[in-house]
Each structure stands twice: as structure tokens, then as C-alpha cells.
């Protein structure tokens, strides 16, 4: 009797199950780790959810938190686009990590505009920049604060990049569920908390995103705009902690769809975690243009 039950239950959340779902669960087998997604586009029943609640690392994805933060924090009047905050010795991450900023001043102590650190740390996933910025504003709190202040649930900021450089296993504790992720992409879209000129250069920046070509814009037709921020751990013995993109992608008609991918615990090769994200990416593209205004 027990059994029976079970086995209706699993049956019925299988067939509970949207054909979309079904397509995304099949894709993310190929990754070879945990792969958790969700997605949104208004008027609609669009529905991306696979383990849309879990807490992957979310590594440089923490970026866009960091700068809706802290554009926030220039419309309260505490701090300036112009301002200019110091790159100092102590900021540097050692031996190497990625950032123009720290590339360009290997011994830092140099001040840079805040509007130049946003940009930096969107449009090119540099960890210094984005440092800078968190340690300015005040740090991981703050940005817990605000996402919480915006509606923003299953969010969790607690190192910086320094930090994860230091000790890889740290990453796990700061996290995005995939939900979280979605609920913020659609109020930068629909209900911006920022003044609408910082939103349209928060979107322009992450337009211009230097990384993921491979990634949610990897499938889709030429052309199509993307607003995106990937966060990528490498690889360490045969294992990638996090592959992840999360974006807004603009639908022929004008529409936004929102959508985070995360890859976690991946055995996969670079190619194929990056392939994974493309796919779900574009099934749910391709189901999006089926759903009319």
C-alpha cells in the first residue's frame, strides 16, 4: 500500500511537470552535477522551475546585488558616481586573479571613480573592483539589507573575493537561489528600485558583459540582447563548484524573459557546463516567442 502510494505521488509530480521542465531536467543530466534554474516572463504561465529554491554558489554573480546596492547608496545621497575611492595595497588579491583593474596597477594605490569600479566589476567580472566597492559601502550586511529591503528573497552575501581566494570552500556559503535571482531580474526590469537613469546604465553594463558568450547567448539567434552576469569558480580536481549565468533576455516582441541557470558540482568539461546553460537557455526562448502578449 505504502508503495502504491509513493509510486502515485512520484507519478503525478512527473506529470505535474511542464514539457518545458521535462526538456530543462534532460539538458541538465548532461552536466553531471546539480543544475537548479528558474525563469519568468510577465503574463504568462512560463515555467523554468528545477530545484528553483537550492542554494547554489553563486561566485561573481554577487556583482549585480553589489551594484543595484550600491547605485542605491548614490541615490541616498552617501556616496557619488564620481567619487573617488582608493585602490589600496591591501585590496590587491595575490598571486593573480582576474582583474583589469589590478592588471592595469599591480601595486595599487591609485583612486578610482565608483562609476569606473560598477562598470569594471559588471562588464568585467573584475574581483578587485567589486572589493572595492563592497568594502566601501559597508560590506556584505548591507548588501543582505538591501536585497531583503526589495523583496528579494534566497540571497546570502557573506565573503568577498579575497576571501574565496584564500579558501576555495568558502564559496558555498554565499549563495542565490534561482528564484531570488529571477525576483531580481524582474524588478530591474518591471519595478526598478533605481532612478531610471541608473537602471538604464546597471542594464547597459551588463549588456556589455565581456563573459558568457557561451553561456545563455550561446544558442540564441544572432543578435538577440542579453543583460547578463556570470560567476564561474574553475575548475579544481576534475570538479567545477559553480558555472553560472543568470539574465535578462529581450524576445523579438520586446519582452524581457528573466533566467538563472546555475551548474554546481559539475564533473563536466568546460565546453559541455557551458552547452548545458545555452540549451535550457534557448528552451525556454523558444517556448517564450510561443507565448503571445
Not at 549563495?175 to 532612478?195: H, K, M, Q, T
Not at 528573466?258 to 551548474?263: D, E, G, S
Request: hydrophobic fraction near 40%; charged fraction near 25%; aromatic fraction near 6%.
Amino acid at each position: 500500500m505504502r508503495f502504491a502510494l509513493l509510486f502515485f505521488l512520484l507519478t503525478t509530480a512527473v506529470g505535474a511537470q511542464t514539457a518545458l521542465q521535462r526538456q530543462i531536467r534532460d539538458i541538465a543530466a548532461d552536466a553531471h552535477g546539480k543544475v537548479s534554474v528558474a525563469c519568468s516572463l510577465p503574463d504568462s504561465s512560463l515555467n523554468c522551475d528545477l530545484e528553483a529554491h537550492a542554494h547554489p554558489p553563486m561566485q561573481s554573480v554577487f556583482k549585480l546585488p553589489l551594484a543595484i546596492t550600491a547605485l542605491h547608496r548614490v541615490e541616498e545621497g552617501k556616496f557619488s558616481l564620481e567619487q573617488k575611492l582608493r585602490f589600496l595595497p591591501s585590496d590587491r588579491i595575490l598571486p593573480h586573479t582576474h582583474s583589469p583593474l589590478q592588471d592595469r596597477y599591480p601595486d595599487g594605490n591609485v583612486d578610482v571613480a565608483l562609476r569606473e569600479l560598477l562598470r569594471l566589476g559588471l562588464s568585467e567580472s573584475d574581483n578587485v573592483a567589486a572589493d572595492i566597492v563592497l568594502r566601501s559601502i559597508g560590506g556584505p550586511a548591507i548588501v543582505n539589507g538591501y536585497m531583503e529591503s526589495v523583496g528579494v528573497a534566497g540571497f546570502h552575501l557573506q565573503d568577498d573575493e579575497q576571501a574565496l581566494a584564500r579558501d576555495n570552500a568558502l564559496q558555498y556559503r554565499s549563495w542565490f537561489e534561482p528564484a531570488g535571482a529571477v525576483r531580481l531580474l524582474r524588478r530591474i526590469s518591471d519595478n526598478s528600485p533605481l532612478g531610471p537613469e541608473h537602471t538604464r546604465m546597471l542594464l547597459q553594463w551588463m549588456q556589455e558583459a565581456s563573459s558568457g558568450a557561451e553561456r545563455i547567448k550561446g544558442e540564441l539567434p544572432v543578435a538577440t540582447i542579453v543583460m547578463q552576469k556570470t560567476g564561474s569558480s574553475g575548475t579544481r580536481d576534475g570538479m567545477a563548484a559553480a558555472t553560472n549565468d543568470i539574465g535578462l533576455i529581450t524576445l523579438p516582441d520586446g519582452r524581457r524573459l528573466a533566467i538563472a541557470i546555475f551548474v554546481t558540482d559539475s564533473k563536466a568539461d568546460d565546453a559541455t557546463r557551458d552547452s548545458a546553460i545555452a540549451r535550457i537557455a534557448r528552451a525556454a526562448y523558444d517556448e517564450s516567442i510561443q507565448t503571445k502578449k
